[in-house]
């Protein structure tokens, strides 16, 4: 099968906290030189995509388009859109997050907004958790950014955003909207943005249960690359296989596949 279109994962697949797994620097590289499509697709809000980008080239050495980079914060914000309701969010979350969702014209409002907005925050506090539960009790529609309970770094697994979205379920007994992979919403948007049919686009990423979830859910391919969250360990016992396991993008050949 010759894949005509990628759709990657930056943690845990092309770098790892602040560090670069090159074998995934030298993937998108080979990518590049071939002129082959390709779109990251990334759960993280705490960066806007312009702050990606930069990161990209500041830190690993990667120069690539600012169109190639698709976040969980821009599919919310056109899910939040698609609804329609009032301009008015409460949001939970880091720099990238808060300020698209005010840039998109949404006001931040504390006490009645009509959305709740959840995605990973380095300085949650239980005032933020309090004011989100009665916000949400109050009918804020519940807005989850992704689902992962945890993120890849140098120092070992931390907690993500899905863990602060469960605590705010366990509270509110709400269960929330979630946008990003694995779930339709981005994954949709994301292949209308690259431009190629599911049956020739793989999705590549270090995380069963949201990248390769995303592929088996959504009707694409999947390349599993245990770099990052899922280990080597876990493959054999995994539910459903990916396509694709290697344990470095290095394995995998882009004139071949």
Do not use: C
């Amino acid at each position: 099968m010759s894949y005509k279109g990628y759709l990657i994962d930056l943690d845990g697949t092309i770098y790892k906290g602040n560090h670069v797994i090159e074998a995934g620097r030298d993937f998108v590289y080979g990518l590049q030189e071939r002129g082959i499509p390709y779109l990251f697709v990334t759960n993280n809000t705490t960066r806007t995509p312009q702050m990606v980008q930069d990161m990209l080239a500041q830190k690993f050495a990667i120069e690539t388009p600012l169109d190639t980079i698709y976040t969980a914060t821009l599919a919310t914000i056109d899910y939040m859109n698609d609804l329609g309701l009032d301009k008015t969010a409460y949001v939970i979350g880091d720099v990238g997050l808060e300020s698209a969702v005010r840039e998109a014209g949404y006001i931040l409002d504390e006490e009645n907004p009509a959305y709740v907005v959840v995605g990973l925050d380095w300085q949650v506090t239980y005032d933020k958790f309090a004011l989100a539960t009665l916000a949400i009790q109050k009918g804020a529609v519940f807005i989850g950014t992704n689902p992962d309970l945890n993120i890849p770094t140098e120092r070992g697994l931390l907690p993500g955003a899905g863990s602060l979205i469960a605590l705010l379920e366990s509270a509110t007994r709400v269960i929330p909207t979630i946008i990003g992979k694995p779930q339709a919403i981005i994954m949709e948007k994301a292949l209308a943005h690259l431009g190629t049919k599911k049956e020739e686009t793989l999705m590549v990423g270090d995380n069963y249960l949201t990248d390769i979830k995303a592929g088996l859910d959504n009707g694409l391919a999947s390349l599993l690359v245990t770099t990052g969250f899922t280990s080597p360990e876990e493959v054999p016992h995994l539910p459903v296989a990916p396509t694709h396991v290697v344990a470095s993008l290095a394995e995998w050949s882009l004139d071949e596949n």
